[in-house]
Every structure is written in structure tokens, then in C-alpha cells.
């Protein structure tokens, strides 16, 4: 996690990847975030990536300080009118370093998250580094859910990683791959088996 744009980079140009060859008739999938396709998934990413902090602010503005509104209103301004022009348009977004007023490392936890909000519904698997995955856990760990984190979520929980050197609380205890953590704690539903121990159940009633 020590340079958050290394890996938002990287990322970026992986997920671009993953989704090149995609056969149109997929990209109506329904994502992992509800009411959301694949499709609208990477033109979020597209907006996120293109948004500075005068544009969120504005952006939220126009949208009367409704943050979903100004989500949707950003997937309708960056969804192309194929799944080729929305591609196109995430391409030109590899290299930017623009960021909404936020710590810097969400960046990297959005890149994750909805990465797999488009992989795991498509069948992709992603080898991330568990490391930095942890990071990411640790991340939402301490930000409330006000802001898109996990704090009040995994308050009384023990979350413990099974691929990486992660422990955070010392509550029910809850055990499973950095990833899979990370999905639970940001609200995704993770396959079964995927997380096990008493806290497991907590995590799923938070979905």
C-alpha cells in the first residue's frame, strides 16, 4: 500500500484486460452491486477515475448531497453506447491520478471491490497480493460506513487472514482469504466455505 497509484495502475490495466474479449452478450450481467450490470460497474470506474475534488463536489451539488444519485448520473455520463466505447473511454483512464476528497488509499480499495463486483459474476479469478489486500481490509476497517467503509460493521469482530499477516479486533472471530474479507466487510456477498467461524454469519447479515 505504500504507493497506491503503482497499484490502482496496474489494476486498472488488469481489469482492461480481463474484459477485452468480452462477448457482448455478458455485459448485461448483473454485477455484484445491486441493480447494477457489469456494465455499469466499469462506466462507475470511468467516472471515478475522471473525477478531481472540485468535480465531486460539484457533482454532489447538482445531485442535493444524494451520493447514490450522483453515482447513477455518473454511470448514465460515462456509459458508452457499447460495451467498445465504455472500454475505450476506461483505457484512456489507465494513467490518471485524479481523486474526489478522500483518503488516497480508497483508491486502491475501489479497484478491488469492484473489480470483482464485474469478475466473480463473469467467472474471471484475479491473483491479487494478499498483502495488499490486507491493506485494503484495513482500510475499511477503520472508515465508517457513513463513507463507504466497515467501521461500525466489524466493531465486536476479530477478522483474521488466512493468506496474509491481518488481525484486526479481538471479538467474534471471523477467518477467511484477505479478499474475501475484503468483499464482507464492503458489503458483497462471498461463496460459501469462503469465510468461516461465528462472525461469519454477523458479516453476512451486514450483505
Known amino acids: 500500500m505504500t504507493d497506491v497509484w503503482k497499484l490502482v495502475h496496474a489494476e ?8 477485452r474479449d468480452l462477448p457482448d452478450d455478458r455485459w448485461d450481467t448483473p454485477s455484484l452491486c445491486p441493480g447494477w450490470t457489469v456494465h455499469d460497474v466499469l462506466a ?9 475534488r472540485t468535480r465531486f463536489v460539484l457533482g454532489m451539488l447538482r445531485a442535493r448531497m444524494d451520493f447514490d444519485r450522483q453515482n447513477a448520473a ?6 458508452g453506447a457499447t460495451p467498445e466505447e465504455t472500454l475505450r473511454r476506461f483505457a484512456a483512464c489507465l494513467p490518471l491520478t485524479a481523486t474526489p476528497p478522500a483518503p ?6 475501489e479497484m478491488v471491490v469492484h473489480g470483482e463486483d464485474i469478475r466473480r459474476p ?9 498483502a495488499a489486500v490486507a491493506g485494503a481490509v484495513q482500510v475499511q476497517a477503520r472508515t465508517s460506513v457513513s463513507f463507504g467503509g466497515a467501521r461500525e460493521t466489524v466493531s465486536g469482530l476479530c477478522l483474521r487472514a488466512t493468506d496474509a499477516d491481518l ?11 484477505a479478499l474475501a474479507l475484503l468483499l464482507a466487510v464492503s458489503g458483497r456477498p ?3 466455505g469462503e469465510l468461516v467461524g461465528p ?3 454477523v458479516l453476512a447479515r451486514a450483505e
Open 12 to 19: 486498472r490495466a488488469a481489469l482492461l484486460a480481463d474484459l
Open 44 to 52: 462507475h470506474l470511468v467516472d471515478t477515475a475522471r473525477t478531481t
Open 74 to 79: 455518473g454511470v448514465a455520463r460515462e456509459r
Open 104 to 109: 488516497l488509499a480508497t483508491r486502491w480499495v
Open 122 to 130: 463473469l467467472g474471471i479469478v484475479r491473483p491479487y497480493g494478499p
Open 167 to 177: 488481525v484486526i479486533g479481538s471479538g467474534t472471530e471471523v477467518t477467511g482469504t
Open 190 to 192: 462471498v461463496r460459501p
Open 199 to 201: 462472525g461469519a454469519a
